[in-house]
Structures are given as C-alpha cells and as structure tokens.
C-alpha cells in the first residue's frame, strides 16, 4: 500500500510538472538496450534497417524523432513519448559524436526543445543537419 501512495504520488507530480528532463542513448552492437539483452542482436539488426539512430528513454526513435517499432515501444516500462512531448520544456542532456544522430532525430522530432551539450557536439549536429539537407536536394 504504502508503495502503491509513493508510486500514485510520483506520477501526480509527473503529470503535473511543466519540465521533462531526458537522455539520449546511441544505438548499435555497444548500446546500453543490446547491452542489458532488452533487444536481442537479432532485433537490433532489424531496427537498424528500419533507421534507428538512438533511444529517448527508452524509445527507440529514427532520424525524424519518429518510433521505430511501435509494438516493441509499447512494451517499454518508460513515461509514454507523448507524454514528454506534451512538456512545455523539454531538456535533452547527451554528447559525443555517437549520439549525433540521436540529438538530430530528438530536435526534428519535437522531442525535445532544450539541448545540453557540449560545443563539439552541437557543430556536429549542425553538420549533420546540413549534410542531410544538402542531400535531399
């Protein structure tokens, strides 16, 4: 009982809280999902296929911000991404260049709205971004 008023308590204050504070994890053979066996080899192979760059607590996302896998998202224990999109301050706290593709996917996809990084890391987003517009043209 007293676990179930501490659990009812912290997501009172969840819902109510107008901040969301997030990582963003890198995907591949080295990530912390592969890693903890959460996903398999296997799956992490098909996700790459389908464009996973990287993870938002827990949701594995694309380049665009969009899921990757809705059925594998919906057996993720993590606040719902909606949820997070639905803050008015979105922070998202990552570095380094394996979580470039990560950072980009968070910030198209509305994700996140706040980005804390480092300087090197912030150019490499940037030129990421450029290289992918450059692309499309």
């Not at 179930?4 to 308590?9: E, F, I």
């Not at 996700?47 to 993720?76: F, K, M, P, W, Y």
């Not at 606040?79 to 260049?97: F, S």
């Amino acid at each position: 009982e007293i676990l179930r008023c501490l659990v009812g308590s912290e997501m009172c204050i969840r819902d109510s809280a107008n901040i969301a504070l997030v990582t963003m994890g890198s995907f591949g053979p080295k990530s912390a999902l592969v890693h903890t066996g959460y996903i398999s080899q296997d799956k992490m192979d098909e996700l790459s296929a389908r464009g996973a760059v990287g993870d938002i607590c827990t949701h594995l996302i694309d380049i665009n911000g969009n899921i990757c896998d809705q059925e594998l998202d919906q057996r993720t224990a993590a606040v719902p991404l909606e949820d997070i999109r639905n803050k008015k301050y979105r922070i998202g706290v990552a570095q380094g260049l394996s979580k470039v593709d990560c950072i980009l996917g968070a910030l198209k996809g509305k994700i996140v709205n706040v980005l804390i990084t480092n300087e090197e890391t912030a150019q490499w987003v940037l030129n990421k971004d450029e290289q992918l517009c450059a692309d499309a043209v």
